[in-house]
């Protein structure tokens, strides 16, 4: 299948990392599968994906030393590949893999995926262990020169026969599943704790290949590639063979990260389309940490989660969101289900203004002809943040504040609002107020 009919619209879900990190079970994941079909599935919320090391044994265990136990024991079958921790997952026991948790993901009519890391299991290359389908062993397909810098689990694999062999291997096994999504990791940019370097993109021909065994399925699985910040040189390339990459490291919930999003966003702006979508990373709303470091609220305020949420739904980003939704607040759930916001993500948006202080983002939708103009002050004091009607592309019309219903204040110079620190406004010009 072409990689282009999946995610015609940006994908929306609820990822297992920013509260669990490498501690998720199936008894969590249901919980939280079921709390999504129930509070944001008719707001667009459709993806159920376990993150990283579903097949490690003991998976956080040591997690006062390490985030990933070094060269940990894992659960893998007789083809070299990763099968799901029985004993976080008692549904996989037996070689059934994720097949039963797909199905109970698919019977709330949602959408199932995963998290895997690229390459070949170290284990099995030092086992010299089989590939399906072919003579060529793990070792053969394995390069022991590409190996993550943050994660013990796999060498990268070799351009050739028995690399390709591997990848549409658990492809397929993946497929048997009713997986609907991967997301790929130490691939996008392969050296994002350092300088940008030569090896920076070493992962560009596994994702080919990965593209190539999902093709082969016939499928519509996604593939998300993680982690950022995403090559700007390469865009043409994520955009060939993927549909997500992440165009920022890890994103938590300070304002520094946040701030920091809007150049990400700006540099982006144009690689933006259906099948294509620059990632902004999670949404680290609601209870976060539980799994891993101690419980802890968004530390975002009020109007700072206002203002991610409108950059990444302008933006066009996907919307994965990592809290625990059982525990799932009414202040966040307003900001994930409020219809207006999200309507703004299949619009076309560009940048017109940013500085240290201020940005000023906006956008239509080429379907109806509504338009939309997103306010923002970055700075750490109120401030007056603004621009004329004609940057804006919109008439001096009444529109409407889409947080708080209000209207656009009417000035004939512009657009201006008073903003509190960090906060945002964004207005909704409707189609039949738009000059021709």
Known sequence: MNKNQCALTPPMGWNSYDYYSTTVTEDRVR????????????FGWEYVVIDIQWYAHKAGSMREQFQYIPFGAVEMDEYSRLLPDPERFPSSAGGRGFAPLAEY??????????????????????????????????????????????NPDMYGLREGEA???????????????????????????????NDTGADAYAGRHEIEMLSRAIAKQ??????????????????????????????????????????AMFHRCELWQDHVEPGCWPDCDMLPLGRLGGGFQGEWTCRFTADEQRTMMTLWCLFGSPLMVGAELTKLD???????????????????????????????????????????????????????????????????????????????????????????????????????????
């Open 218 to 259: 016939g499928r519509p699985i996604v593939l998300s590639l993680s982690p950022g910040p995403a090559l700007i040189e390469q865009a043409w390339h994520y955009k060939a063979y993927a549909n997500m990459w992440r165009i920022t490291d890890d994103f938590w919930d300070e304002w520094r990260h946040l701030k």
């Open 31 to 42: 919980a939280n599968a079921a709390a999504l079909a129930e509070k944001l599935k008719p």
């Open 105 to 150: 993901v698919h019977s709330l009519g949602l959408k199932f995926g995963i998290h895997i890391m690229r390459g070949i299991p170290r284990a099995a290359a030092h086992a010299h262990g089989r590939i399906k389908g072919i003579a060529l062993t793990a070792d053969l397909a394995a390069d022991p020169s590409s190996i993550c810098r943050w």
């Open 330 to 436: 009414d202040w966040t759930l307003s900001l994930l289900t409020n219809r207006e916001v999200l309507a703004m993500l299949p619009c076309k948006a560009r940048q017109i203004l940013r500085d240290e202080e201020k940005a000023v983002w906006t956008a239509a939708d080429p379907g109806t002809g509504t338009r939309y103009a997103a306010l923002f002050n970055l700075s750490d004091a109120p401030a007056e943040v603004g621009a004329s009607w004609e940057e804006l592309g919109v008439p001096a019309s009444a529109g409407t504040e889409l947080w708080t219903g209000g209207a656009a204040p009417l000035r004939e110079a512009g657009l201006s609002v008073h903003l509190q620190p960090h906060a945002c406004a964004v207005y909704r010009f409707d189609g039949e107020d738009i000059a021709a």
């Open 163 to 193: 690399g390709q062999a591997y990848y549409d291997s658990i492809i397929e096994l993946y497929a048997s599943w009713g997986v609907d999504f991967i997301k790929c990791d130490d691939i996008c940019n392969t050296n994002n704790w």
